[in-house]
């Protein structure tokens, strides 16, 4: 009898589906029967997790068919565990059940009902006949605000409880997805919301309107409003910018070897996803290097001195020159010190060499190939590929990007047949900055990455010096 019943119902909701794709229903009629819809879909919903908890009873799983619930209605188990909590929350109140039954209460209202339950008691719930009008009466963004007030109001504490229920509830959770891209997904209190999106929103406007100011015609370069949100977000993060130092922060580890055959640098993430050239270069402003020597078998041999690309007093002497980024006069709590001619060029860690950049145009230098017209005065200048400037008796230096091949001497030095030969010369390193003279120059002693695939458990940054 169930199952005909069953049936019986599904072809009913198939035989209303033709009628709407046939589009010979008049407006009013397709108006009448989404609202009888929302009656089908509560009182499926409640079927479903009756039917979940009786099998679930029978079968003495103790979950109350959460488990059965999400196997055969198609939810996800988070889904099916917030049904059944939500039913067995109500189950003991008569008017509440009952709407939820007939349909006249949606899933989702429901839900915010258990919730207003569980922070004051099922008693005051089932006596307010008015808080059940709204429940089926209301959309569900406009019924969790009543809810929420509604709590408020009995706790009579100015909402102090259902903040603090907020803050215990804080979470941050970051995983990586089968698609390659890192999610994160994060629940705050209201204050601590409204704080971190209205920041993440001032940056990522201002990203979105530079973006639009600097774009070309083609728009390749602009991004979407969400994509500065992603960016903003990274920029904020940046907890050595943040601290107002120098000192690296190891946020992420790069791997990176010379191959054999071609002779090209290459860089990997620890789980083996390869980056480009110009991330590389672009990690390398702000990185702790460490050289070190790997034998065939991956064992290190030799290891380098770490040094570091700016100390704290050359971030703080560049600061002070600048106020901010050099080109757009960012705030300093945004900007990385840049080398104006890279490390893995022969570039020192001078200060003549270095210039504070906020986030977006260091991205725009590595990755839109932006270049830096360097004056003996100091008032460096940042400018698009394709327009050079060139200031009194001093022409722009070339990009970065674009001195990467470098013709051979002509007759280049031969080794006496007679010597000895040399040791091999390592290929790659990782490296760091001495703490020596605040605006000297960094030596960095050679060696090379680790090949790809190896892994030491540093948390060090490796990049090219």
Known sequence: ???????????????????????????????????????????NSAFQVASAAAVAGRRRHGDGGAEVLASSAGLTRGE???????????????????????????????????EAVEKTSGADVESDRELLAKAQSMRPEQFTKEARRWVADREQDGGA????????????????????????????????GQRIGNRL????????????????????????????????LDALTDASAAAGTGKPFADICVVAHVDNETGKLIAELPDGDRLP?????????????????YDRDGKPIWRAHSVRTATEAQRQILIARYGGCFACAAHPALCQIHHIKPVSEGGS????????????????????????????????????????????????????????????????????????PQAPQPSAVTGQT???????????????????????????LFALA
């Open 161 to 192: 409880s259902e903040h603090a229920r907020q803050r215990a509830r804080r979470s941050v959770r970051v995983w990586n997805a089968d698609d390659g891209m890192v999610h994160l997904h994060g629940e705050f209190d209201a204050v601590a």
């Open 277 to 293: 050239s110009a991330v590389l270069e672009e990690l390398a402003c702000g990185a702790k290097l460490t050289g070190v020597v």
């Open 349 to 420: 860690t001078k200060i003549s060499n270095m210039v504070p950049v906020c986030w977006d145009c260091h991205t725009r230098i590595h990755h839109h190939r932006w270049f830096i017209n360097k004056r003996p005065d100091g008032n460096h200048t940042l400018h698009p590929p394709g327009q050079p400037r060139y200031g009194p008796a001093h022409a722009p230096e070339q990009p970065a990007a674009l001195n990467l091949v470098r013709e051979r001497p002509a007759n280049p030095t031969r080794r006496p047949s007679n010597t000895q």
């Open 1 to 43: 009898m169930l199952i005909e019943a069953a049936r019986r119902a599904e072809a009913a909701v198939k035989e209303m589906l033709a009628v709407a794709n046939e589009g010979t229903a008049t407006t009013d009629d397709l108006v009448a029967s989404l609202g009888i819809s929302k009656s089908i879909a509560g009182i």
């Open 434 to 460: 001495d703490q020596g003279d605040p605006a000297g120059e960094a030596h960095p002693r050679a060696g090379p990455l680790p090949p790809a695939g190896c892994r030491n458990g540093s948390d060090r």
């Open 80 to 114: 099916a565990r917030s049904q059944v909590k939500t039913a067995e929350t109500l189950r003991t109140l008569a008017g509440a059940r009952d709407a939820i039954e007939s349909g006249r209460v949606s899933v989702s209202n429901a839900k915010r009902l258990a």
């Open 201 to 232: 929103q001032e940056i990522a406007g201002r990203l979105y309107d530079a973006d639009k100011k600097n774009a070309n015609g083609s728009g390749e370069d602009r991004r979407t409003f969400h994509q500065c949100m992603a960016d903003a």
